[in-house]
């Protein structure tokens, strides 16, 4: 066998060794009248592990191309083309080759660990159970009378709620705009996605903050797009990197979070924030502003949104009430040029022929209430409440061992480590003791950072949490 694994693929070596053996079958490398070497041979052949090889059979016999048989060794299935047994497709194969690329493997087991295990959470970017505004909720659904229709919505999404987004957004985030600029999305999430998909093609660039949310997004490769990264400091990305990035790889669009940033909680100064737009007016780049935190500023403050000073049509703007209100709503929009709008809105009809009506509903009524601001205020004092404790936390249990900016509101800390370790090792060893968070690797360039969300848990959860971050690190 002149085979040999590439140990530097990113694909397993017992799925290029199954792959390798399934071609053979079919062409005759490996005929079906003798049987396939033993697994200590193989592995002695390959100068692999034997469990690898014994993977790659699991997986060749999982789809009936191989038959185990004590005594006789593994052979190719007799009746391979038969009408005895069914050849199942080989799913890995296709779950490969799919250009649709998935999650970084950290960010799996994240998430497979948070669902699974009874954890103290302070990964999850969403608010806890007890945030969430139940009642007022439950109140809609109990007393009112549904509006609207059980069939397809309006493309754009309902027009209730469009009106009342226009208000709401006009009074709160200071944006003038109108229906038929807004289109109703399944989240934050699925607007980039849109964005992503339906304005950019292969080989356009564009700029990320680093760290941020985007950054371990893989929407972006999967679509072949070129990322470039602008480092963000206190007050958020550097004027000067912007035009150097722009001059050396004509970007097409640029994605930020200027209020509370996730991860770092950088709050971009109105000055910078003029700034940028004169700069993305002057080479007529888009701006993506992407923005679920600015309702939760601690001061109560008003913050003024790019979309509210934004003179010259530049910015699509990007909200939702995942943060804010309940994630589960799955209730974002999109404001931006009506031709763009009815663009994106297009697209989502193909993919799911509009939003949910009755969520819709929901979320108009709230917004339109009394309670919907008695909730926001509420909420910015439990969120700040919450985050002096990580703080307290913090300086508790890690005085000296980690530097932090205090965010003025959001749900995040970025926290760099001020030692050397082994982020794979710390996260391992922070799970044993029951407490996950976010590794900076994941959002950013830059290596010792970690992210705390501090919505997720109540205060005697996240000082537990902190603490048993904290003999996780102590004990590499």
């Known amino acids: 066998m002149d085979w040999k694994p590439d140990r530097k693929a990113k694909k397993a070596i017992y799925k290029q060794l199954a792959e390798y053996i399934e071609k053979g079958i079919a062409d005759g490398t490996f005929p079906p009248d003798k049987p396939l070497p033993s697994e200590r041979n193989l592995a002695n052949i390959l100068e692999i592990n034997r469990s690898t090889v014994v993977n790659a059979y699991d ?195 640029l994605f930020l979070n200027p209020d509370f940033q996730n991860p770092t909680g950088s709050l971009m100064n109105l000055k910078k924030r003029e700034a940028i737009l004169d700069i993305t007016s002057k080479f007529g780049i888009p701006v993506v ?63 799911d022929f509009g939003h949910s009506s009755y969520t819709q509903w929901i979320a108009n009524d709230f917004i339109e209430s009394e309670n919907f601001n008695f909730h926001i205020k509420s909420l910015i004092k439990e969120l700040e409440k919450r985050r002096d404790k990580i703080i307290k936390s913090l300086d508790d249990y890690l005085g000296g061992q980690v530097e932090y900016s205090i965010p003025q509101g959001g749900i995040h800390i970025w926290c760099k480590i001020l030692k050397n370790f082994n982020e794979i090792q710390l996260l391992e060893e922070s799970i044993k003791r029951g407490v996950i968070y976010v590794p900076g690797s994941t959002m950013g360039s830059k290596n010792g950072f970690v992210r705390f969300t501090f919505a997720r848990e109540d205060e005697d959860s996240i000082d537990e949490g902190i603490k048993r971050f904290a003999e996780a690190l102590n004990c590499l």
């Open 59 to 253: 997986e060749l016999e999982s789809i009936g191309l191989i038959e185990r048989n004590r005594g006789s060794g593994t052979t190719i299935s007799k009746d391979i083309w038969g009408i005895t047994k069914k050849r199942i497709p080989s799913w890995n194969r296709y779950i490969g080759a799919g250009s649709f690329l998935p999650n970084l493997p950290v960010t799996q087991k994240i998430r497979k660990e948070a669902v699974e295990h009874n954890l103290i959470n302070l990964a999850t970017g969403e608010l806890s159970e007890e945030l969430f505004p139940k009642s007022f909720l439950s109140e809609i659904t109990s007393t009112r009378s549904f509006i609207g229709s059980l069939g397809y919505d309006h493309p754009q999404g309902s027009e209730i709620l469009r009106k009342t987004l226009t208000k709401h957004i006009k009074k709160s985030r200071g944006i003038e705009t109108n229906p038929s600029s807004i289109l109703i999305t399944s989240g934050a999430q699925q607007a980039l996605h849109l964005i992503v998909q339906c304005l950019l093609k292969p080989g356009d660039a564009i700029a990320i903050e680093d760290p941020s949310y985007n950054y371990n997004l893989p929407i972006f490769k999967s679509a072949g797009i070129q990322i470039h990264y602008l480092p963000v400091d206190r007050d958020g990305i550097n004027l000067e990197d912007l035009q150097s990035l722009y001059k050396k790889h004509r970007i097409k669009m």
């Open 289 to 351: 502003e992407d923005d679920p935190y600015s309702l939760t500023a601690f001061s109560g403050d008003k913050i003024p949104t790019l979309k509210s000073i934004d003179k010259n049509g530049n910015v699509l703007y990007i909200s939702s009430l995942s943060k804010i209100v309940a994630s589960g709503l799955r209730i974002g929009w999109i404001i931006g040029p009506t031709s763009v709008i009815e663009r994106l809105s297009d697209a989502k009809q193909q993919i």
